[in-house]
């Protein structure tokens, strides 16, 4: 039997995610001196004892975090907390800050839709604006 499992070995056994085992263990246990996380039997079985408990409850949680490479448990809009409140912020999950927002836009407030004929660009900065709405005022 195997003397000293790592946090991501037994986060895949339990079926949860690396970052869930290391918080736990973060609130739980002292930090290692040598700053690696190396778990003997005891602190192991410790592990899967807590994840164990909280299986049914997983269960009934959403999957994975649809960006790629995230392995958090997805919130709203198939997002986790993290991405869901940047695009919240921003209107996009990748943390494209600046006017990408606006640029993302396709219709003005009004619901004109933004066209080559129906959009005024500014040459000095790039905005735009509705025609339709402009020639309404």
Not at 19 to 29: E, S
Not at 31 to 48: E, I, T
Not at 53 to 75: F, I, M, N, Y
Not at 84 to 112: E, F, I, L, M
């Amino acid at each position: 039997m195997k003397s000293l499992w790592t946090p991501t070995e037994l986060a895949a056994e339990v079926g949860v995610s690396r970052a869930a085992v290391y918080a736990w263990l973060r609130a739980t246990f002292p930090r290692p001196v040598d700053g690696r996380w190396l778990l003997d039997a005891g602190m192991a079985a410790r592990v899967r004892e807590r994840f164990a408990a909280t299986a049914l409850v997983r269960e009934h949680e959403s999957g994975p975090c649809s960006v790629d490479g995230c392995d958090r448990v997805a919130k709203g809009r198939g997002l986790c907390k993290m991405r869901y409140d940047r695009w919240y912020r921003t209107g996009s999950a990748d943390g494209v800050g600046g006017g990408a927002h606006q640029r993302a836009k396709t219709h003005c407030p009004h619901g004109h839709e933004y066209t080559p004929k129906n959009t005024v660009v500014y040459p000095s900065d790039g905005r735009r604006r509705c025609r339709a709405c402009r020639e309404g005022r």
